[in-house]
């Protein structure tokens, strides 16, 4: 079914577009508001999530997303791996410049954890002709030095991420960067917005896609399980003393 994502500030504003046109508010549970012409179907769900249905011309999507103003460069950050037993910590910033704002919002991005892998896998070199990503990929004997130094995770994504703003910064100095909140305090200053439930934002949620995929990637090309099931830590036991591939330490 086709969706696009709209920034949650411009749901009412794509409610207020589709009354002039004559669309009928109808009851769908859990939606923001939906909407239908007899032919066509609207539902807005409150993520900022759009889905189109029925017979609906595609000037409505256009006019749907030519709501939304672009913001100048928008930069959203978040990570993938944190739960898993297996497997690296992936941290990524997703950057979308103004002209591929429109472009990135009808391929509607989405938290990593609401998406297939066999979607994600499929969208995300489409969100890739669009988007520009800062990657860094931390695999289990950087994380244990890491960890062996005395940082604990929420220090460890304090200098992944602040190395990664930096080099954005060092290129954009005005971008606006939000970074998905993992602790109560700001560690990066007033530079950089950190803020719970972000991926709901279209770059974070980028962020998040790309981090996951870059993850699983990971998992794949060393032949080891993800999650952390009864089953995979059936294996991570009997792994133990091949701890080349087994987190000493788990993240979570």
Known sequence: MPSIKLPKEYLQKAVELLLKKGFQKRDVPNAYASFTDGKAYITLYPSGSVLLQGDYPESLKDEILALVQAEGVLVGCDEAGKGDVFGPLVVCCALIRPENFHKVLELAPKDSKKVQDGELFKKLPMLER???????????????????????????????????????????????????????????????????????????????????????????????????????????????????????????
């Open 130 to 252: 669009y988007v520009e990503f800062y990657c860094k990929v931390l695999e289990p004997l950087e994380l244990n030095r890491l960890h062996s130094e005395g940082k604990n995770l929420n220090r460890i994504l304090d200098w992944a991420y602040r190395e990664l703003i930096e080099e954005i910064l060092s290129k954009e100095p005005s971008a606006k960067i939000t970074v998905d909140a993992y602790s109560h305090l700001n560690p990066f200053g007033s530079l950089v917005y950190f803020e719970h439930k972000a991926e709901e934002k279209v770059e974070v949620a980028c962020a998040s896609m790309k981090a996951r995929a870059e993850f699983l990637r990971w998992l794949e090309k060393h032949n080891l399980p993800k999650g952390a099931s009864k089953e995979v830590m059936e294996l991570a036991r009997k792994m133990k003393d091949k701890e080349r591939y087994l987190k000493v330490f788990f993240l979570s």
